[in-house]
């Protein structure tokens, strides 16, 4: 249905199919960005809306090699990135570490733990882990969102993994087993 509303709005300059095109993918967009911007709602509205002109003024440039929602989170990635740079050449960075990703957890406690642990990682640990699990694209997608090679990707949702299992084994529910002895 994606590559019909495009093929519709670059063929008669059909701005209602690209319309429609953002109502579908606008809150997965905007859910990235406040993602990437801990929070920051009218910063991931400000940038999602930079994302969504800039995918307007180049859908000609959409092949259709991923799908368009992948092809649209890379832009919005690539927003996102770029207001980074400039926060940090204006020094409104936090020591260059601004695309944390947030807690997903229920319980507080917990959520507290996770946010500290995920701060810790590498930024490209952060950015692979909330393309990958918290967004729910394959490596391949995060890989092409990312600009970064395949093997590079999963080597970050590896490690990622692999630490944060390690900082927060005190949250692994313990076995029934250990639990009478």
């Known amino acids: 249905m994606d590559r019909a509303l495009v093929a519709r709005a670059l063929l008669g ?12 993918h606008q809150g997965m967009v905007r859910a990235q960005l406040r993602r990437l911007l801990r929070g920051d709602e009218a910063m991931a509205d400000d940038l999602a809306q930079e994302a969504f002109l800039l995918a307007w003024r180049k859908l000609d440039q959409f092949r259709g090699d991923a799908r368009f929602s992948t092809w649209l989170y890379r832009i919005a990635y690539s927003c996102f990135l770029q207001a980074c740079r400039k926060s940090v050449v204006a020094g409104d960075a936090d020591d260059g570490e601004v695309d ?14 996770l946010e500290r642990a995920m701060q810790r990682l590498s930024t490209a640990e952060q950015a692979v882990l909330l393309h990958c699990v918290q967004l729910g694209l394959s490596h391949d997608e ?10 590079t990707v999963k080597t970050h949702a590896t490690r990622g993994k692999a630490k944060l299992k390690n900082w927060l084994a005190a949250w692994r529910p313990v076995p029934d087993e250990e639990r009478t002895s």
């Open 142 to 151: 995060a890989a092409y969102v990312l600009g970064m090679p395949l093997g």
């Open 13 to 24: 300059n059909d701005s209602r199919a690209f319309e429609q095109l953002l109502r579908r």
């Open 100 to 113: 944390r990703l947030p807690a997903m957890s229920r319980s507080i406690d917990l959520q507290l733990d």
